[in-house]
């Protein structure tokens, strides 16, 4: 059973381009979370989803940033116009249920925005 | 807000001792508290879970308590090995009201386990 998987690994964004991070869940698992790591800073929740619904988005910037869930295919994270600030480690986990406590994580998308 | 601390200072420990890692935390009553690896360039790796009715929880070598007066958690690895050298990351579920599980990590504590 192959876990979570997020690509790219690495991505590599020009100060305004747009960058799309892809994370497929666990087999069987319908919610995904979306992390982000900054050097020196703990794991900073982003968003809930699960399939075809956004839960909760309070951790997202309401400008620049989006995510989906479809129904078929991975979960997006979007970044657009990226800025250099954007630059960090994006997780993805992945859980069973709704009250599943154990989160499974992918091996996250490097960003560097130059 | 809640607020997490973990010693954000890298642990070093001969091999074979005890390691103990803290996490404390403020503003918040936690129902539960994880605790997960994280290698470097990987995903963190989920160990422990033990709720607020529970005073210890071991795995193997593991041990957690969970103190809810002192409001903190100590994360215990018996006869460490060098292969036990990752961050730990503690984490505390969040304050939500949509009924799902959302949590809180702390900056995590490196630790270096000296053969």
């Known amino acids: 059973n192959a876990g979570v998987m997020q690509n790219p690994r690495h991505l590599v964004r020009r100060r305004g381009q747009e960058a799309r991070l892809r994370c497929s869940p666990m087999k069987g698992h319908s919610h995904v979370y979306w992390y982000r790591q900054l050097p020196e800073e703990g794991l900073k929740f982003m968003v809930y989803?699960?399939?075809?619904?956004?839960?909760?988005e309070s951790g997202m910037p309401k400008e620049r940033f989006s995510a989906e869930f479809p129904k078929e295919g991975p979960s997006i994270l979007r970044i657009q116009q990226v800025v250099r600030g954007d630059s960090a480690a994006y997780f993805c986990a992945s859980s069973l249920g709704q009250l599943t406590y154990e989160q499974y994580f992918g091996p996250g998308t490097r960003l560097t925005v130059t | 807000s809640q607020k997490i601390e973990q010693n954000s200072e890298a642990l070093n420990i001969q091999e074979g001792k005890t390691a103990t890692l803290t996490c404390n935390y403020t503003n918040y009553s936690p129902a539960y508290l994880q605790w997960y690896r994280q290698d470097p360039g990987r995903g963190p790796v989920f160990l422990l879970l033990?709720?607020?009715?529970?005073k210890e929880k071991r795995k193997e070598r593991l041990k957690v308590t969970f103190d809810t007066t002192l409001k903190q958690s100590l994360f215990h690895i018996t006869a460490s090995q060098p292969a036990d050298s990752a961050t730990y990351l503690c984490?505390?579920?969040?304050?939500?009201?949509?009924?799902?599980?959302?949590?809180?990590f702390g900056i995590g504590t490196k630790l270096q386990v000296i053969p």
């Open positions: 033990i709720r607020e009715n529970e």
């Open positions: 989803l699960q399939k075809e619904n956004i839960i909760d």
């Open positions: 984490a505390l579920d969040s304050p939500n009201s949509g009924g799902y599980q959302k949590v809180t």
